[in-house]
Structures are given as C-alpha cells and as structure tokens.
C-alpha cells in the first residue's frame, strides 16, 4: 500500500491513492455524493475509513471556490461584556459550527465609526452575511452593502430602516414591569438609560412611559436621566441622583443589565444593599436569584434572538422568501420583589 509524507496535510489525492482509486471518486465519496454516482458501499466505505483514519480534513479556500462562498458569517455587536450579547454570540457560534460555518465576531464600543471599520473590514473578508446590533443613526451605509450581500438587524433598530429585523418587544415588556413597580411608588420612580440615539433606549423609555400611563402617573422630566451603557455611566448617574436626593430613590428602572451593575456597585460601596429601593430593570442574569437585594427584570430570550437572526441570514444567503422580515419577540418579567409579587398576587 502506497505511504503518504508524514507532517503533510492530506489531500484528496492522497486519499485516492491509498484507496486505489481516482480523484474524481474519492471526491465523490468526501463531498457525500457516493450514492447519487452509484460508488460502490465497500469502495465508499474503504475512503472514509481511510479519511478517518488520517485525520483528513476538506481544504475551506478549495470550497469557496467550487461555492462562490467562504461559509463566514460576521456578527457585529458593542461589546462583549455585555451578558446578553456574550449569550447571543456563543449561540451564534454554535449555530454556525453545527452548520460547517464559521462566525467572525467584530466590537464597536458604541462608536459609529469604529462599527463601520468594523464591517468593512468584515466585508473584506467576503463573509457570506452580517448580523448587526449597531449604533448607527441611519442605514444608508448598510444599504450598499445590502446589494452584495445580506444584512439583518439584531437587537436595535436603525430608525426608518427596512432591513430584516430580529428583536425584542422592549416596550410593552418594559410598560408591563414598570406598570407594577409605578403602582408601588407613584411618586417616585426614575429611569436610567443610555444613548438617547439607539433604539434600546428610545423603546425602553416609551416602555417606561407607557407603564406609568397605565399606572395613573404622570412622568416627571426629571426622572429620565441618560448616560451610556457602560457601567461606569451607570454608576456615575445613580451617585448623582443619590447626592440630589440625599439618599437612594425609591424606585429605579435601569434600561440594561450594564446600568444595573453600575448602580450596585455604588450601593455596594456605599452599604446601601439592605436599603428599601425597589430596583428593576431590562436585561436579567441568572445571579439576581442569589442575591439578597431583590430585583424585577424584563428576560430576552437570548437563544430565539441567535435562532431567529441565523434563520434569517441563511435563508437571504440562499436566495429563499423570508417568512417575516421583521420578527419581534416577547420579553419575559422576573418578578423576584415582594411587593410586584404581593401585588400580582392580589389582582
């Protein structure tokens, strides 16, 4: 039997020559199409064996190739701290491995600029699609690109755009919470949020709106504050309002789970944790079940935001219909403070 150079990667060639047979038929038998061209169980099943055995292992530039694709998808997300965006881009991944995908991930820090380097330089790498939560305030840049190849929003809305849309009804799960908690504190109850220009703060502020409306209470100006996402914006807003008011607010909604680290983080150095303020906020992590300090959240299905956004990005990439092309999923309360539970319980 014919020996192949060790420390060299395998080849179809050397599959071939091993197996006895042409290229043509061990390319047939690697590529799955054995029983469309009637090779042989016993030929077919010798130059599997034989790939097995070796390790042999499909060169991806001989792929794209054949395809016309490089099998890349790229994932454009601000940052990867954040939890729900760690989340959807290790299910992404998953999604995109079982698929014989790979998946580029690019963080923009919420700069616009930065972002848009970002894609082009995905864009360079001749990715098959884009799946973007962006900061942008228009589309027109993904527009163009949109000619060349699929793009799908993720999580944020670029206001006026028409691309294909995957995202979280951030504003009637928001209004149902803050309904609740407003009920409680009718006469105080802030919000705390980020980039006034992005979509998760335009909709969880008219969430947040909307709940005190159905809850009988007018909103107070300044009971909106705006910083940015990162928790240090979080924290620096919350030890504002604490220094204002000489103490905690009574009720507080945080538009992300960022925000919310900021501000425990303050009642934590502060030893404020055993304090009466009723916090509640969009975003959850699986940790607010152990604390002490009890806090009511609006849950993203993280999992059905991967899902929904491959599905998408595929199915463009495949030239097939999109059944919806604009998907928007419900968001989940965790009711964890005992006054929302007494009261849910009450009605």
């Known amino acids: ?63 794209s190739l054949r395809s016309n694709r490089s099998h890349t998808l790229g994932l454009v997300v601000p940052e990867m701290t954040n939890y729900g965006f760690a989340v959807i881009s290790r299910e992404l991944e998953t999604l995109c491995r079982e698929a014989g995908l790979q998946l580029l991930i690019a963080c923009t820090d919420e700069n616009p600029a930065q972002e848009m380097m970002a894609v082009n330089s995905l864009v360079q790498r001749q990715v098959d699609g884009l799946i973007v939560a962006s900061s942008q305030l228009n589309d027109a840049e993904y527009q163009k690109i949109n000619v060349g190849l699929p793009v799908v929003q993720m999580d944020r809305l670029i206001a006026g755009s028409e691309l294909p849309l995957v995202i979280t009804d951030s ?129 993203q299905d993280c999992r059905a935001l991967a899902q929904h956004s491959f599905d998408q990005v595929t199915a463009l990439i495949d030239e097939r219909p999109l059944e919806q092309h604009a998907l928007y999923l419900p968001g989940r309360i965790h009711w964890r403070h005992a006054g929302s539970r007494a009261l849910l319980a009450g009605e």
């Open 171 to 299: 504003v009637n799960a928001t209004a149902n919470l803050v309904e609740k908690v407003a009920r409680q504190h009718p006469d105080e109850i802030y919000f705390l949020g980020g980039q006034p220009r992005i979509s998760p703060t335009r909709d969880r502020l008219a969430g947040f709106q909307l709940g005190l409306e159905h809850a009988g209470v007018t909103c107070k100006p300044e009971w909106i504050i705006n910083g940015s996402y990162h928790p240090s914006s979080g924290y620096e807003m919350f030890a504002q309002l604490c220094a204002q008011l000489g103490r905690p607010p009574k009720a507080l909604f945080t538009a992300a789970c960022g925000l919310l680290e900021g501000v425990l983080r303050y009642l934590t150095q502060h030893q404020l944790m055993e304090s009466d303020i009723h916090l509640c906020s969009f975003d959850d992590h699986y940790l607010f079940d152990c604390m002490t300090l009890k806090i009511d959240t609006v849950a």
């Open 1 to 63: 039997m014919a020996s192949v150079k060790k420390n060299k990667r395998i080849t179809i060639s050397d599959i071939a020559t091993l197996a006895g047979v042409s290229k043509s038929t061990a390319s047939l038998v690697l590529n799955g199409r054995s029983k469309e061209y009637r090779v042989s169980d016993d030929t077919r099943d010798r130059i599997l064996a034989l790939a097995h055995e070796h390790h042999y292992q499909p060169s991806i530039h001989a792929r």
